[in-house]
């Protein structure tokens, strides 16, 4: 295993100190924990928005944090939930007594730990609303999931209701707004090659040496099939049209994110985009923004994801608006 | 070799397309070359500041034309300098009359190629001057190079100068400028693993299981050895000795980049990032901005590289101010 780290129970906690260290002109850590907050939270008369989850998918979570992004962000070890306790403070950090609306990618862990955090949120008299997000639409149920699993399309959720809470609309509102974006999400992954755990220290699956796997999630769950290599292009094409075949988007404008999933060089992810916006074009699908870099990772991985949003009024202005967060 | 490419011969001009559509917004390609420009370029009353090099290095260097920044990229095939006549359009395109900066970064192959087309600007009437950035404190002398290497430092040398350009400054104090910066940066660099040009379809040296190399190039040319894989503490130590021994940092304030080669996580980045800021803080230096991410890549090598830059009011005021660069 070669990794720049100093020890394998260390990488959480030493990233978080450098991650806040990096960011300490808006960002802070609650002490003892491993949430990072804004520093200005709670921010009065605003929704405050938590999201987080396993660690290795950096810069999510911690790096949405910021004003008209997310309020908190809940860091559990790598590609472990975070546990419920931690999730409570990050609750409490951001209620400003307007309530806290939760961003939980699908993934049993995950979900239940967020769950049971929102309960005893709730029993100190914090209201909680939930958003689960599941646009990976390459397979139903998983290694950690019940349903599909939520990956990239999810930072399209924080950004929407991120900028919708800035504008100290009622959870209600920031709650639909979050809705609606995982309403008209969709994403798929790629992956050419494995990643690994630090505490496993070793690669959590192997391809061969000409294999990739379509479909794969974020944490090297299994995909739908292993085949040779294929050109950009091609997989692509594959990517793209399992995801326009899952929801209508006819005649739309669409959001896209070409998302790196930790070693794939931005040159083929530029190779990548000018398939996918040549493909939309053909089928007369207009682009309205796009994303082009790392936004969900899987520590080392080779491989990417294709995210498409179909976008209306409120989330082309949702996404347009400003935000400080450091990765977006 | 697996890439997600179509044709080998074919990465850059693809990349190149997918770049532009994806930054359409601000940012055109001059009509059948390989040179990237603000789209109202050139602007009028303001020097033209013109970088590039070998692709491969994505986002640099195309990824910091903007606003604020420069004016135009070149792009050569992977890892090879771009040709004098595609400098010599960039240099065109972007000449408003007040003449044109060429940052360049010391490599034999682009000195000799930007030195050219200088000259064939200047032979049209255009007025030209040239900063060759040499950040690299590794290795004298090596693979391409006479002298020192230019590598991440670069960066801050195209924002500090693009701000200062951004003001309508004359050329002789954007150059000035930018020679402040190179004078003021110093960077080193370690590789735990290759990478592999397209065209070449092999890796371009390799290192045992358990090896790394301290001072390698962002080309995989040799650095000053080999050594077992160190903790990331020790690692960011070493070059950091290197870089401070290297020029007079006593009491300064600084700017510090680490910039990840292309397949290390940012949580690695991020647990550099909080040793370099321990140990500047023990010795009396302080940070004032820092960037941690993928600034100057060597396509999926493992590694990264510390940057460490004395700021002046200058450049303080310089590198805060507002770019659209799509990298920055």
Redesign the interface.
């Known amino acids: 295993m070669?990794?720049?780290?100093?020890h394998t129970d260390a990488?959480v906690e030493?990233?978080?100190?450098?991650?806040v260290?990096?960011h300490s002109n808006t960002l802070k850590r609650l002490p003892d924990t491993t949430v990072v907050v804004r520093k200005d939270a709670p921010v009065s008369g605003k929704v405050g928005i938590v999201s987080g989850g396993g660690?290795?998918h950096?810069?999510a979570h911690a790096?949405y944090v910021g004003k008209g992004m997310l309020d908190a962000a809940v860091a559990g070890e790598v590609f472990t939930s975070p546990t419920p306790d931690q999730v409570l403070e990050a609750i409490k950090a951001v209620d400003s007594g307007e309530g806290v609306l939760l961003i939980i990618k699908n993934y049993t862990g995950d979900v239940m730990n967020f769950d049971m955090a929102a309960e005893l949120a709730e029993a100190e008299g914090i209201t909680v609303e939930k958003v689960i997000v599941n646009d990976d639409v390459a397979v139903e149920d998983s290694t950690f999931t019940s349903g599909r699993r939520g990956i990239a399309g999810t930072v399209f959720v924080h950004k929407v209701a991120g900028a919708v809470a800035d504008t100290n609309a009622p959870l209600s509102e920031v709650k639909a707004a979050a809705e609606n974006v995982k309403n008209n999400v969709r994403s798929m992954g790629v992956a050419?090659?494995p990643c690994t755990v630090p505490a496993s220290g070793k690669p959590s699956f192997t391809l061969e040496?000409?294999e990739?796997e379509i479909g794969t999630g974020i944490h090297g769950e299994p995909g739908i099939e292993r085949v040779p290599?294929q050109?950009?292009?091609r997989?692509a094409h594959t990517l793209l049209e399992k995801i326009l075949a899952d929801h209508d988007y006819d005649n739309s404008e669409v959001a896209v994110m070409i998302n790196g999933m930790?070693?794939?060089?931005?040159?083929?992810?530029?190779?990548?985009?000018?398939?996918v916006?040549g493909l939309l074009k053909e089928r007369g699908i207009t682009i309205y923004a796009?994303w082009?870099g790392?936004y969900m990772?899987s520590?080392?991985m080779?491989g990417?994801s294709i995210t498409v949003l179909k976008v209306d009024d409120q989330i082309k202005s949702a996404l347009s608006a400003k935000t400080d967060a450091p990765a977006f």
């Open positions: 070669k990794k720049v780290i100093n990488v030493e990233m978080l100190d450098g991650f260290k990096a660690s290795g950096e810069p790096g050419l090659s040496e000409d990739m290599l050109s950009a292009d997989i930790g070693a794939t060089p931005e040159m083929e992810l530029y190779i990548v985009y000018r398939q916006a796009n082009v790392e990772t520590l080392e080779a990417f």
